[in-house]
């Protein structure tokens, strides 16, 4: 079963413009993180934001949490072409909080 | 190594035919994860070591499905008598045992399985 579940499924924008990714999760958590995938390979990690945090920022990238929704929201500010990308979050699962579980993920285009 | 390694980076086999992949995480991660990922579709959490403790095996498909780990170190997922809905990229990951609780990954490349 899946602990996060993004919305939308896909995404496309113009270079220069704000994307928006919801993510929301089934229980309660500790963290949740946000990975991008290229090309159907290897994930790489963006940002991390943990439960008693409401927003992170890390370059263009800002990351809200809302705990009492069990949501949370990935925006990329002033979109680029190598944006484009599969964005995926992930909340951990099982006790200890170490069992990761990704959602199905937003597929990002951002054209020129 | 500097990252997660994954071999092999593509395998076709047979229907029926056992198949092993092999990840090697990177030196001193004490958890190492297994994921599935079809083709368009999100990972789907196979397996999880974390250090000597039993490992959690809930995502495992089915009994067709195994995977070891010796230590900390190099880890094997054997699929055996491959079926066709088996085919997806098969995705490593390791990290740190976070002491407070956070735990952030990092992937290999993955192995793609294309069952015939």
Redesign the interface.
Known sequence: S?QGEEDPQALSIQEGENATMNCSYKTSI??L?W?RQNS??????LI?I?SNEREKHSGRLRVTLDTSKKSSSLLITASRAADTASY?C?A?S?G??????????TRLAVHP | GAGVSQSPSNKVTEKGKDVELRCDPISGHTALYWYRQRLGQGLEFLIYFQGNSAPDKSGLPSDRFSAERTGESVSTLTIQRTQQEDSAVYLCASSTQSTTGANVLTFGAGSRLTVL
């Open positions: 899946q500790n963290n993180q990975y159907g390979r290897g994930l790489v990690h991390l943990r995926f992930a951990p099982g200890g909080y170490n069992k990761l579980i990704f959602g199905a993920g």
